[in-house]
């Protein structure tokens, strides 16, 4: 939205159902809010016009404004009228099938982002660690492996010392 727009309705009391018109065949929508904690978006869906199942990175607020809906979530169908509202968790498939022409807000809030970034760093960090004990453990493994072939070897380069001096006692009788 223009700074100047935004200007027009911060701190106004405003009827989000008339700030976006219905278009023939097709969707309308106009973003109130856009950051990076989140976003305010609202919709006008003409006759036939939907979205088909996808899914989101956060949980997302559907508030219906104007007509009904079917809201799938996960496969198991949600209808929505003027005034309800439903949440659409985060990762989870659903879709917004209207019934009639249909206005909704949309409010999704990205809290939980950085946390989800920080658990799935975190579990790597972890995983790491795991794969170090690993490493180190076969490590130590590898390295008591090792020994064991220097001792054998050191076994056999003295009985072959032994053998060198029978040799070179026989030698000189």
Known sequence: MPEDEKDSIIGR???????????EDTIASRTLIMSREGTV?????????????????FDAL???????????????????REGEMIIM??????????????????????A????????????????KKEGKK??????KEEMKRAKEKIKKAK??????QKDIKRAMKELKE
Do not use: C, W
């Open 89 to 110: 968790p985060a990762t989870i498939p659903h879709a917004v099938q209207p019934t009639t022409r249909f206005k909704m807000m949309l409010v999704m809030i990205h």
């Open 13 to 23: 009391a405003i009827m989000p159902r008339d700030m976006v018109i219905y278009k």
């Open 41 to 57: 978006t609202l919709f006008a869906f003409d006759e036939g016009q939907g979205l088909s199942e996808h899914t989101a990175p």
């Open 62 to 80: 559907a508030y219906a404004l104007d007509g009904e809906a079917e809201i799938t979530i996960a496969g198991s169908s949600h209808y929505l």
């Open 134 to 139: 690993e490493e180190s453990k076969r490590g």
């Open 155 to 160: 076994k056999k380069m003295k009985r072959a």
């Open 112 to 127: 939980g982002i950085e946390e989800k970034a920080l658990k799935a760093g975190n579990a790597a960090k972890k995983g």
